[in-house]
Nanobody, 125 residues
């Protein structure tokens, strides 16, 4: 059974930083074709934040480019999202996801097989 557990969320001031982690069990990140982070604010649809195809091919949503970094540690079976220069509009529930069910690694929620339960990020001004 594949399980993803996020951690690292919390409160931060605008301009601050947080690092989210997503620990995977029941699967190995080294064999996963695609991993990603999504977020969902109240009343909003879930949106893609960052994806990592293989070990090095990254892509980011325009609203986080230059501020967020996605990475993974295959040895620890853990996915990370380093978030810098946080903005109030980054406030949301953040979710990790792995295993694309389509050939491409996308930032489309329905393309992912396994999800974590989410970790809340609150950014205040």
């Amino acid at each position: 059974q594949v399980q993803l557990v996020e951690s690292g969320g919390g409160s931060a001031q605008a301009g601050g930083s947080l690092r989210l982690s997503c620990t995977v069990s029941g699967n190995t990140l080294s064999s996963t074709n695609c991993v990603a982070w999504f977020r969902q604010a109240p009343g909003q649809e879930r949106e893609g934040v960052a994806r990592l195809a293989g070990d090095a091919m990254t892509d980011y949503a325009d609203f986080v480019k230059g501020r967020f970094t996605i990475s993974k540690d295959n040895g620890k079976n853990t996915l990370y999202l380093e978030m810098n220069s946080l903005k109030v509009e980054d406030t949301a529930m953040y979710y990790c996801a792995i295993e694309s069910v389509v050939p491409l690694c996308t930032l489309i929620p329905v393309d992912f097989h396994y999800w974590g339960q989410g970790t809340q990020v609150n950014v205040s001004s």
